[in-house]
């Protein structure tokens, strides 16, 4: 017995050693295979730098004329080029006349041309922006380059990367499985489990891929992991975002590990010329130093009425050679041009009320001042009844200037008047304890607000036709209240929508059978991206500090796949500091396109700005120093139908561009002529323009300034270094958490599965029920488990659970299925809504993780079978009239 014993150890040491022979062995070719592969990556990172160099060479004068004297770089570069032994040449601008084989469907004529001058920089090694106006296909033209480096590169090569906003995510995605359908493509977005997840299965080989789809938050917070990698391409998909170069996000990106740089942008320049400097910093970090940044300062400071026209023109002159610049006006006939108008209206009296109040700092308000219009008494006729909601609002208004309420101060600790002020341009209700008490929505949150009532008017005409309508506030908070007091479904995009919630809103907003009209998007989430072509109307209720938000918004609907006339009202208060803010804007758009004013992409004769140009900017001017009283009163607009406003609006703006064509010089029978010499009186436009410094005066009132005394400036000064010196240490008293007691609910009466009944057991998390035997599980293991949940909290497809998921899945109404967003099947959703009828009657309400459909399977059983969908049909029937009888 013995010498059995002794060998059977003898025998696993022999296996083990094997095993681990084995092992060392697959792991040095694994080593020596990457080591390869490296070493083919490093040589053609080698390649890319020559050409790189040999590209700055030729251009250098673009460069220097944007860095301060004496810079040494572009000597040192030619003498490196000099001494290297690179036998390779310049590479001219070459238009393709095929697209890679790879990309699937047809791609336009400007988009191969797109492609070609992508193509052109990727040869020469340049980093490069591709700054065509939002809604001409950049996703497109991107995927077209990648897959030509797939299709010319030989040997190994490192992945794509692209960082994009939350909101587009998921059109990427999509993009990618419509043109590119051979790449293998992941999103790297979701919990910190999802992500772990990822990263391991990339590290051990599991997943393969061709692109990473990341969001600009994911990046942040796995930076490092980002930066460990190899990339062949770093895109970034509206790279605007880095416009701070002193933001975490922008610092985090300036390390990544990517051959070359790739900037998606319909809206490179914003504000100022920092900004611009920004993206160069990233495309070229070597060029364009932390020491380059001052001149691009002191050359546009509209703080400082500076301006630098001719450090303009080579600033457009570099653009007009590393960006691709196009517009729908020029390459994209198949879009209608849009119509946009910009709406002067009243201040109502409540916003006239809190206007004052806050400029004066006044507990009771002279009402007198606010009941006055265009310097005038409101009239009102005789026997004329006033609107039920506007009694309500005169009421409040009284009560409060004569009976202030115990929070009397708490709108006078307010910082920033200026952001106070354009709030109450949206609603009087957005400051605290400005709305009546007890609150409840009534006819008097309309009334409040004279863009509530332009946005009430708009939407009363243009829904019974059909139509459907983008809203854009950057305070969404009442038009949400708005559209409850009208019982209008809408879809909701802001910064507290989960992707998933995204993804759904905006693809049933595009079916053609869709359960809204409207869509209520923030202006800064929602102006990224997406793609919302079934709007034909979009209402601006506000105006950005920034003009290329407002027109990243605008081209959610005018892109391409729009087949209707885009109809844009542009809501501003007459008078108001938002009316003065436009004189602000409209330098920004001049500076916009004065340094994007050239279409050509490789050089050559620079285009000046167009006369259709220079006249748009010229038209968006303030009105708010205006003498002239021909704007409406409050009465007239408020009787007024929306089509007689709007034609009072555009004969205002038909006459100002009149004048101005007048004072120019400008007559109407030649339009040649007429071009001509509105560029010919250009630069003195430009000048006169440019000249001063565009403030804001918060302080005016009817066209006066609101002085303060010294003494109220003196309080007000103490008050507020009394809060600078308050004590904000807070003792918390620890007490046990209670546990959160969960909302109690009905369950159905039949299983899920077989719709029988008998012996149930329960959904911890819903009211669904279900055998055991047809959950696939025993009594015995129901009673040990101390909860169970019915196939509805995870994916039928993918297994993964709601968190995993990221917050949401699309469960059916008729079946045991449920679908995370991946695997949600092709085509129109038959949506049913955010809660089912049946769970109403059970007392539970909307659920945030779930949205429920009828699935595509049920649909087919139905058509098999149309006897079990009439049953299904009788059983909702039923549930219906029960839910009216509870309701009444």
């Not at 380059?145 to 998921?170: Q, T």
């Amino acid at each position: 017995m013995t010498p059995v014993k002794s060998k059977r150890p003898r025998t696993v040491s022999l296996t083990i050693t094997g095993n681990r022979k084995e092992g060392s062995s697959a792991k040095k070719l694994k080593m020596d295979e990457k080591k390869a592969n490296t070493i083919i990556v490093n040589v053609k990172k080698v390649s890319a730098e020559a050409a790189r160099r040999r590209w700055l060479c030729r251009h250098r004068q673009l460069f220097e004329s944007l860095l301060p004297s004496g810079g040494s770089y572009f000597d040192r570069l030619e003498k490196e080029a000099k001494v290297s032994s690179d036998k390779g040449c310049y590479v001219p601008l070459h238009e393709l006349d095929e697209q890679p084989e790879t990309v699937t469907g047809s791609m336009k004529d400007y988009q191969l041309h797109g492609l070609s001058y992508l193509v052109w920089m990727y040869k020469n090694g340049m980093n490069c922006i591709l700054g065509d106006e939002m809604g001409l296909g950049k996703t497109l033209q991107t995927l077209s380059l990648l897959a030509y480096v797939h299709e010319n590169s030989k040997g190994p090569r490192d992945p794509h990367l692209v960082v994009c906003p939350l909101s587009v995510l998921p059109s990427w995605l999509a993009e990618a499985a419509r043109w590119v359908p051979s790449f293998t493509v992941i999103r790297f977005h979701g919990t910190q489990q999802e992500r772990a997840r990822l990263k391991e299965g990339i590290r051990t080989g599991e997943i393969q891929f061709d692109v990473c789809v990341t969001t600009y938050d994911s990046y942040s917070v796995e930076d490092g992991w980002f930066k460990s990698r190899r990339w062949t391409y770093c895109v970034l998909d509206e790279g605007h975002k880095i416009k701070n170069a002193d933001s975490a996000i922008s610092g985090k990106l300036q390390g990544i590990s990517a051959m070359y740089r790739l900037i998606l942008t319909g809206t490179p320049v914003h504000n100022n010329l920092i900004e611009l400097w920004s993206l160069l910093h990233w495309l070229y970090p070597t060029i364009f130093t932390p020491t380059s940044e001052r001149q691009f300062k002191d050359s546009f400071d509209l703080s400082r009425g500076r301006y630098s026209l001719p450090f303009l023109t080579a600033a457009q002159q570099l653009l007009s050679t590393v960006m691709l610049r196009r517009t729908k006006a020029n390459v994209e006939m198949s879009v209608p041009p849009r119509e946009e108008l910009t709406v002067f209206i009243p201040l109502t009296e409540s916003q006239r009320f809190w206007t004052l109040r806050l400029l004066t700092r006044l507990s009771a308000v002279d009402l007198e001042q606010i009941f006055v219009s265009n310097g005038n008494k409101v009239k009102k006729e005789a026997g004329k009844p006033i609107h039920e909601g506007r009694q309500q609002v005169l009421a409040h208004i009284q009560a409060q200037a004569t009976t202030p309420s115990k929070d009397e101060h708490q709108w006078k600790r307010l910082m920033n008047l200026l952001m106070q002020l354009r709030k109450v341009c949206d609603h009087p209700y957005l400051l605290p304890n400005a709305e009546p008490e007890p609150y409840s929505i009534g006819e008097h949150l309309v009334a409040s607000s004279s863009k509530l009532i332009a946005v009430d008017k708009i939407l009363s005409d243009i829904l019974p036709k059909g139509e459907r309508v983008l809203i854009f506030s950057q305070w969404t908070r009442c038009v949400l209240y708005f559209m409850a007091l009208r019982s209008i479904p809408y879809g909701r995009l802001d910064g507290s929508t989960t992707r998933p919630r995204r993804a759904l809103d905006i693809k049933l907003f595009q079916q053609e059978k869709s359960p809204y009209q409207v869509f209520l998007i923030s202006t800064k989430a929602g102006g990224l991206g997406i793609n919302l072509t079934k709007a034909t109307t979009v209402i601006m209720c506000d105006s950005d500090w920034n003009p290329q938000n407002d027109l990243q918004a605008i081209a959610r609907a005018h892109r391409i796949g729009q087949t209707k006339t885009v109809k844009v009202y542009r809501l501003i208060c007459r008078g108001s500091v938002e009316d003065q803010m436009l004189d602000r804007i409209r330098r920004k758009l001049f500076l916009s396109v004065k340094v994007m004013g050239s279409d050509n992409p490789s050089g050559g004769e620079h285009s000046g700005m167009r006369s259709e140009e220079l006249m748009d900017i010229l038209r968006k001017g303030s009105s708010a120093l205006e003498r002239n009283n021909d704007g409406m009163d409050l009465e007239e607009f408020l009787d007024a139908p929306i089509n007689t406003i709007l034609e009072h609006s555009r004969s205002r703006e038909t006459v100002r561009e009149a004048k101005m064509k007048h004072e120019m010089g400008v007559k109407e029978k030649n339009e040649e002529e007429n071009d001509e010499k509105l560029l010919a009186a250009a630069e003195d436009e430009e000048a006169a323009l440019l000249s001063g410094v565009a403030q804001v005066q918060s302080r005016l009132f009817d066209g006066r300034l609101v002085q303060r005394n010294n003494k109220e400036i003196a309080e007000e000064w103490q008050e507020l270094r009394k809060r600078q010196r308050t004590n904000r240490t807070v003792i918390i008293d620890v007490k046990p958490a209670q546990k959160r007691q969960r909302k109690k609910y009905e369950h159905e009466d039949w299983c899920v599965y077989c719709r029988d009944g008998g012996e149930l057991v329960l959904c911890s998390y819903c009211p669904r029920v279900f055998h055991p035997q047809c959950h696939g599980v025993t009594k015995a293991h129901v009673e040990r488990l101390p909860s169970l949940t019915c196939p509805q909290h995870s994916c039928s497809s993918c297994s993964r659970n709601t968190s995993d998921a990221g917050g949401m899945l699309f469960r059916c109404q008729t079946c045991t299925q449920a679908f995370c967003e991946d695997c949600l099947p092709d085509g129109d959703l038959d949506a049913v809504g955010d809660t089912l009828p049946e769970f109403r009657l059970l007392g539970y309400g909307e659920s945030t993780n779930a949205y429920y459909i009828r699935c595509q399977d049920c649909h087919e059983r139905f058509e098999e079978d149309p006897e079990v969908w009439k049953s299904w049909q009788e059983e909702m029937r039923e549930t219906e009239k029960k839910l009216e009888a509870m309701e009444l």
